[in-house]
Structure formats: structure tokens, C-alpha cells
């Protein structure tokens, strides 16, 4: 056991029996660097990161490799999803001196934290123009006794570079719809209309561009936004990145055509698609796209639910193959045709495979398939494709699963929430509202402590020692207020409004820019500070969104002032960089919109104020806040939410407000008129 026993990431401990003499990030180490007059070599990743499994195995797990670093470094391992800061400062550092960047990430520095070698995955021999791990190790050792005036300099180079990249957004003023237009533009150029989504190979799914062309469409009524967003979903839910069987998104295809995925499934992914299918029924009433968000929030549900009631990060992409006894990727997911054959029989078998794209050549490795659903494939009725799907997955069950890495992420967790309280009330499934209420519980009693500060993670109930940065404030404020629309509980605007005055008074700069930690943290080389999106909302547009929603709800100036100016940067790299700020792009859409404010007064317990809330929820227009209940009296008493005041009831029935720019249209009890005000698409 080296000194990662007892943390809390589930990442950092499959390192713990490691013969390296393993750190994890703290002062201590860099102090314990300085004593030895050694570099440190920080080895950053995380669990369900295939290439850091294989590197682990190969290198941390020898013992020379581990001997040799153990004498001549000071080693250091992070998990990126715990320390998504550390992991910040020093990709962008690789990415500026490489041109490119991943995990695993290797990155050798000084005693004082400054890098001055980097990488990524370093195999064990030579190949493919790599150097060897050890190679790497003896060059970095021999500069560092040998020429260490040189790696001095070039340490110092680096940092004073990633000092000079601070960001000006703040007065670049606000996103409108010619920014938008230009930004649907540059998509378009980028899209792939055979195949669906952008840019080639590896794809990974764009869901904070998707949410962006479905709001633009509700908005403008763009047919060209909407079509690039029911092709590139209808394109991957046919494709082996989605789970035929149990539901749920692989990390990212290898291939432009959506046919082999990376297998890790991990929530984010999962919690941000399953809204956007969600969103795309709401806009078309597609059933493909009814029953992929349904499928995709009971994946979640059945296989990262923990027991505390949050949501696990992943499941690994590695498992282990019954053949051959090994970890390989993939394993639990590809079938042959003969496995087919093995568990439904011949005559289904042969249909299976028809119908899920399994040849006797493989789409994937070792004359295996990643299930997928053919355009061309055979017409079968429903019940029978059904009972193939049940019996496929129950005989996947026994076989050996994937790895879960079960910490909570807090981010990630609003992200699901939202996800969750949606399909419930879009659905009428109430089982997963009462999902996202326990995971927001959760958030509240693990996670928040008495100043409404965020812990980042938690594990078997227990919050972990980093502090929540910036996506942590904004995604779990915008998981609450969207739980706060669908459950017409004003506790959950409450909890939001203690987030988003910690994002003003914490994380913003006095141009009204964001950065990712807050004025208080630790103090890294750079603090770090991105606006563009990776695979989840940059924590500076989720926080915009987050602001942006509140000022709604509450009528409060100062915070929509301070999402306009946080919006800046849409306004900068929306038409330039459209794919990288996509979350943006749709709190844009949501800015110019409005957004609208809808409050439905009404008793709770009345089918006829249930049937207003409902289609409330139903509209289509970008952003929209919903707040239900009971009316509000002018001295606050009554309802639970800002926008029920001094509502009233219109001839006694329950009645439906729309209002925006500061001007509200006619209050309405019916169904239909409401629809007509938010742009409900179907009721």
C-alpha cells in the first residue's frame, strides 16, 4: 500500500497496491520534492479511462518502471474528475506544447509546480515513434541533473505563457440573433449530412450543440436546425455507441458512421442525451426519441444509481472477457452470431443478428459486433424484437460487468437531476422525479455545507476533501431549478439562489468574466479559466444559464446583469468557435427569447392546474422558467415562488401568466392558448 489508501476516488485506489510510491496532490508532495531536490511526475486521469488502465499495467505495475521512479521522482496521481482545476492548468499546458491532449496525461515538473516535460499514454517499448516509458524517465532524469539551467527556463516560459492567456470577454457585449445565425452557419459547414453529427473521426455526440439547434428551431423555426438535430440523434441511437440492449451512451464512436464505440458509459454523456432526446419529442413528438430518453434515464437509474440516491460518475469500458480471461474493451457489449444462436436459438438468432448488424466478419474486433439498428434491417413487430432484447440482456447479466466508479460528482449529478425531473413530467413517469428529488437531497446534505458551499465529490455518503468548482455551482443550480419548475417546490429556487450568489460573489471577475475556481482556492500555476465546452457545459456558460434562469424566477436585475456579462464570450467565439461553446450558444437563445416566465396558479391537488403545469413544461421556447402553485399575496404569503405573485385566479379556474421582456400576454385557462404562448409543437 502506498499513501493513495484511504482516499475517497475509486480511480486514485486502484493505484493504491501499485509498487510506485504514489502521492496524491497536497503540498506535501511538492515539500518532499524540494527535500530530495527531484522533479515531480504527476500521472493524471480516471477509472473508466481505457489507455490509463493499459499504462497502469504495463508501467505502474512493473517493478523497474516503478524502482527507477520511485529513486528519482516524486510521484503524484490525480484523478481529473475529482481535481478537474489541476487537470485544467496542466492540459492546457500539454495541448499548447503538443498540439494535442488526453488521458493518460503525464506531465513532469519542478519542486515549484511548474511543468517543464509533457505527454500522454507512454508505452512500455518503443513504438510508433514513441519513446518507451523508461526513456521518457532516464531523459527527464538526465536533463534534470545534467542541464537543469535549461529546465529552469523552459519551466518559466511555460507558466509566464499560460499567465498570458488571460481572457477579455467581459465587454465583447451580448449575444443576439445575427451572433446565433452566424453560429447555425458555421455548423452547418461543419456538419456531416450522410452520417449526422460534425467533424470526422473519432465522433463524439455534440449534445450542447443539439440543445442549441432545437432552441434555435423553437425560436426561429429554422427546419434546417431542427433536421441536423433529429438526423445526428436518429444517426447515433441506431448506432453502437447506443446501448440496444440496456439503453445508455458509450463515450464516443472511433468511426464517422456511429458503429464502434469507446465503451465507457459515463453520466454526464448520459444525463445531457437523455434531455436532449427528451427535448427533441418535446419539439417533434418523435418515438425514437421518446423512447431513447426514456431508456437512457432508466439506464441511469438502474446501473449509476448509488445507494446514498446519487449517481455514479461511470462504468468502466474494460471488462473481462469469458473467452480468454482477460480485461479487454468491450467485452460485456459485442456478441458473434454463434452467441446469438446460443441464447435465442437458431431461428431467433438469425433474426438477431439480422436486425442488430451482427456478421460473421464483426464490426467490431475478433469477429465480434457492436449491436447497432440498420436502416436496412428486417421489419419485425415490436413484441417479438422486445422479448430478443429481454432475453440478450438478461443473458449479458451474466456476464462479467464493467467496473463502476461510484463517487458523486456534484456536477454531474445536477446535470442528472435535470435530466430526470423532465422525463418524469414529460413522460408522467413520477418514479423519476422522485429519482432526482433523492439525488438533490443528496447534494444537499453530503454536499453543501452551512455557507451553501459545494463539496466537488462524495462517496458511500461522504463528501470528499476538494472544493466544488465552478460547473459544480452552475450545473447543480440549474438541476434545482429545473427541479424546482417540475415539482412546484420553492425550496429548490432557494437552494439555486444560495449557488448563484456564491458564483457572483466567489467565481466572477470584475469585467463580469468567470473563472473556474473560486477567489479563494488553492492557487495553481495559472487559475484556470475556459469557457468552451468539452464533454459537459463549460462551468462559465452553466453558470450564465444558472444566473440567467434565477433573474427570471425572481425578477432580480443584478443577477440577469451578471449573466449578460458572462455572456460576453457568446458573443465573442459563438460565430467563430460554434461546435466548442454550444452550451452558450442555448443560454444565448434563451437571452434573446427572454427568457419567458410562466406562472400557473392554481391548487396543486386540481387535475385542471396539473394539465396547465404540464403543458407549461411542454413548451418549446428556449429557457423558459415555470413556477406552480398556490397564488402569492403581496406580503409574500401564499405561494413558494416570486412569480405567483398576486396572481389570481381567472372566474375561479386555474390560470396559466406568460410574460417576458416586461410584458406579459393575456392570462389564460386553456390548454390550448397557453401552448400557443410558449410554442408548444405538440400538446
Aim: charged letters at 25%; aromatic letters at 8%.
Amino acid at each position: 500500500m502506498n499513501r493513495l489508501a484511504g482516499v475517497t476516488s475509486p480511480y486514485l485506489l486502484q493505484h493504491a497496491d501499485n509498487p510506485v510510491d504514489w502521492w496524491p496532490w497536497g503540498s506535501e508532495a511538492f515539500e518532499e520534492a524540494k527535500r530530495r531536490d527531484v522533479p515531480v511526475l504527476l500521472s493524471v486521469g480516471y477509472s473508466a479511462c481505457h489507455w490509463c488502465h493499459v499504462m497502469a499495467s504495463e508501467s505502474f505495475e512493473d517493478e523497474l518502471a516503478a524502482a527507477y521512479m520511485n529513486e528519482h521522482f516524486v510521484n503524484v496521481k490525480v484523478d481529473r474528475e475529482e481535481r478537474p482545476d489541476v487537470d485544467a492548468v496542466y492540459m492546457e499546458a500539454v495541448q499548447a506544447a503538443t498540439g494535442q491532449g488526453g488521458w493518460p496525461m503525464t506531465v513532469f515538473l519542478t519542486p515549484n509546480a511548474e511543468p517543464f516535460y509533457f505527454g500522454t499514454y507512454f508505452p512500455p517499448e518503443p513504438r510508433h515513434g514513441m519513446p518507451s516509458f523508461m526513456q521518457v524517465l532516464e531523459g527527464v532524469r538526465g536533463a534534470w541533473v545534467g542541464r537543469r539551467e535549461e529546465v529552469g527556463e523552459v519551466a518559466q516560459r511555460i507558466v509566464q505563457d499560460l499567465a498570458g492567456r488571460q481572457l477579455d470577454y467581459g465587454k465583447a457585449g451580448l449575444p443576439g440573433p445575427e451572433e446565433l445565425g452566424q453560429a447555425l452557419l458555421g455548423l452547418t459547414r461543419d456538419y456531416d449530412a450522410a452520417r449526422g453529427g460534425f467533424g470526422g473521426a473519432p465522433k463524439f455526440p455534440p449534445s450542447m450543440v443539439l440543445e442549441f439547434l432545437l432552441r434555435h428551431h423553437a425560436r426561429t423555426g429554422s427546419e434546417g436546425a431542427l433536421q441536423m438535430a433529429a438526423d445526428t440523434c436518429e444517426a447515433m441511437a441506431r448506432g453502437g455507441i447506443y446501448d440496444q440492449l440496456g439503453g445508455g451512451f458509450a463515450r464516443y464512436s472511433v468511426d464517422r458512421e456511429w458503429v464502434v464505440p469507446h465503451f465507457e458509459k459515463m453520466l454526464y454523456d448520459n444525463a445531457l442525451l437523455c434531455r436532449v432526446y427528451a427535448h427533441l419529442w418535446r419539439a417533434t413528438g418523435s418515438d425514437l426519441a421518446r423512447r431513447v430518453a426514456l431508456e437512457t434515464a432508466d439506464f441511469m437509474v438502474r446501473e449509476l444509481r448509488t445507494e446514498q440516491g446519487g449517481f455514479a460518475s461511470a462504468l468502466d469500458a474494460d471488462s473481462e472477457d469469458p473467452d480468454s480471461g482477460r480485461h479487454v474493451e468491450g467485452a460485456y457489449y459485442a456478441w458473434t452470431p454463434a452467441q446469438l444462436a446460443e441464447v435465442l436459438g437458431e431461428e431467433d438468432g438469425e433474426l438477431a443478428a439480422a436486425y442488430f448488424g451482427v456478421t460473421e466478419e464483426g464490426t467490431f474486433e475478433h469477429g465480434k459486433s457492436v449491436l447497432q439498428l440498420p436502416q436496412d434491417g428486417p421489419v419485425v413487430e415490436a413484441a417479438r424484437i422486445a422479448s430478443l432484447r429481454e432475453r440478450l440482456l438478461a443473458a449479458r447479466g451474466r456476464r462479467p460487468a464493467p467496473g463502476r466508479d461510484d463517487k458523486v460528482v456534484a456536477a454531474w449529478n445536477g446535470l442528472a437531476i435535470a435530466a430526470l425531473a423532465e422525463c418524469g413530467a414529460f413522460f408522467e413517469r413520477p418514479d423519476l422525479v422522485e429519482r432526482a428529488i433523492e439525488a438533490a437531497d443528496l447534494l444537499v446534505r453530503v454536499h453543501m455545507d452551512g455557507r451553501a458551499r459545494l463539496a466537488r465529490t462524495s462517496r458511500d455518503g461522504r463528501a470528499g476533501a476538494n472544493a466544488g468548482v465552478l460547473e459544480d455551482y452552475g450545473d447543480v443550480a440549474e438541476g434545482f431549478l429545473t427541479l424546482a419548475s417540475v415539482t412546484g417546490e420553492g425550496v429548490w429556487l432557494e437552494f439555486a439562489g444560495f449557488l448563484v450568489d456564491l458564483v457572483m460573489a466567489r467565481f466572477t471577475a470584475e469585467d463580469g468574466s468567470l473563472y473556474d475556481t473560486a477567489h479563494d482556492a488553492e492557487q495553481l500555476i495559472r487559475r484556470p479559466q475556459d469557457p468552451t465546452d468539452t464533454a459537459a457545459p463549460s462551468g462559465w456558460t452553466a453558470a450564465a444559464g444558472a444566473l440567467l434562469s434565477y433573474a427570471a424566477h425572481t425578477g432580480s436585475q443584478a443577477h440577469r446583469t451578471a449573466a449578460e456579462r458572462a455572456l460576453g464570450v457568446v458573443h465573442a467565439l459563438g460565430p467563430r468557435a460554434p461546435r466548442f461553446i454550444g452550451h452558450g450558444l442555448a443560454v444565448a437563445e434563451a437571452l434573446v427569447d427572454g427568457p419567458r416566465e410562466v406562472a400557473v396558479v392554481g391548487h396543486p391537488e386540481d387535475p385542471a392546474t396539473a394539465a396547465l403545469h404540464r403543458t407549461a413544461l411542454l413548451g418549446t421556447a428556449p429557457g423558459a422558467v415555470v413556477a406552480a402553485g398556490l397564488p402569492r399575496a403581496a406580503d409574500g404569503s401564499g405561494g413558494e415562488f416570486p412569480l405567483l405573485a398576486e396572481r389570481t385566479l381567472v372566474r375561479d379556474l386555474p390560470t396559466a401568466y406568460v410574460c417576458r421582456h416586461f410584458v406579459c400576454a393575456r392570462p389564460t385557462t386553456e390548454l390550448v392558448e397557453l401552448a400557443e404562448q410558449l410554442g408548444v409543437v405538440r400538446p
